[in-house]
């Protein structure tokens, strides 16, 4: 058995995120548990992980309370969960993982609907010139396609509100270019619903990366 869950496992992360690296876990149980296919922990940590276009530096994760369908794994059928399980983790977004998961669905949704209050669309990400973080805030600079000369800098708040909605606060937006900037423009606040899954208990930015910790209930694919 020890042989045979920990690839499965391994497959089963693999088919749920987009990309995964340098991933380490351990399985926590007695082997008559297991064997029944009940595992009481696994903690896991990975680095340069994508779901769902979101990409992080590092991610570490304890799962608790899991069942498995393992009497079908051992007749070579695919992996499967069996009931909502609670996992608890941390992760950390850099400067460059932020670049890189800015057309993330909801990322992209949020910066949309913030440039959509001036009628403008999201520009690609092709277009990031510069993006920054500090203590509380993000910023980004797209540069023009057509006309390189031409800026478009959004600064905008980040927090966590009732452990399941990000804001961006007090957003600004200014066009033009390094010296010549138009007055800003404030726009309204957003939040962003994480879903009824979601309880995060840790948000911090920082002008190195941003910090999140919290818990997410999985819930098991329809059959």
Same mark, same amino acid.
């Given at each position: 058995?020890s ?5 499965a496992i391994?497959?089963?992360?693999h ?5 995964l690296e340098d991933l380490?876990?351990?399985?926590e149980?007695?082997d008559?548990?297991?064997?029944s ?6 903690s896991l940590?990975?680095?340069q ?13 304890r799962?608790e309370?899991?069942y498995?369908?393992l009497?079908?794994v051992?007749?070579?059928k695919?992996?499967r969960?069996?009931q909502?399980?609670?996992v608890r &983790?941390?992760?950390y977004?850099?400067?460059? $993982? =932020?670049?890189a998961?800015l057309?993330?669905?909801?990322l992209?949704? *949020? !910066?949309g609907?913030?440039?959509?209050q001036?009628?403008q669309r999201l520009p690609?990400a092709?277009a990031?010139r510069?993006l920054?973080?500090g203590? &509380?805030w993000l910023?980004?600079?797209?540069v $023009? =396609?057509e006309a390189p000369?031409q800026q478009?800098r959004?600064?905008t *708040? !980040?927090?966590?509100r009732?452990?399941r909605?990000?804001?961006?606060d007090k957003?600004?937006v200014t066009?033009g ?5 138009s007055?800003p423009?404030?726009l309204a606040?957003?939040? =962003? ?9 840790h948000?911090?930015?920082t ?5 999140i910790?919290?818990?997410v ?7």
């Open positions: 058995m042989r045979l869950l920990p690839p391994r497959l089963w992360l088919t749920q995120l987009d990309h380490d876990f351990r399985i149980g007695r008559r548990q297991i064997l296919g009940y595992l009481p922990q696994v940590s990975a680095s992980a994508v779901y769902q276009g979101l990409r992080v530096s590092r991610a570490e994760v799962a309370e899991i498995l369908n009497g079908q051992i007749r070579g695919a992996l969960l069996l909502p399980f609670p &983790g941390l992760v977004l850099n400067r460059e $993982d =932020l670049r998961s057309q993330a669905p909801l992209a949704q *949020g !910066l609907e913030v440039l959509g001036l009628g690609p092709s990031v510069d920054t973080l203590e &509380g910023g980004v600079t797209w $023009d =396609l000369d478009l959004l600064r *708040g !980040l927090g966590m009732e452990q909605w990000l804001s961006l957003p600004t066009t270019q390094p010296g010549q900037w007055p423009q404030v606040d957003l939040t =962003l619903d994480l879903g009824p899954a979601t309880a995060i208990d948000f911090s930015v002008p190195d990366h941003i910090e910790g919290g818990v209930r999985v819930i098991p694919a329809a059959a």
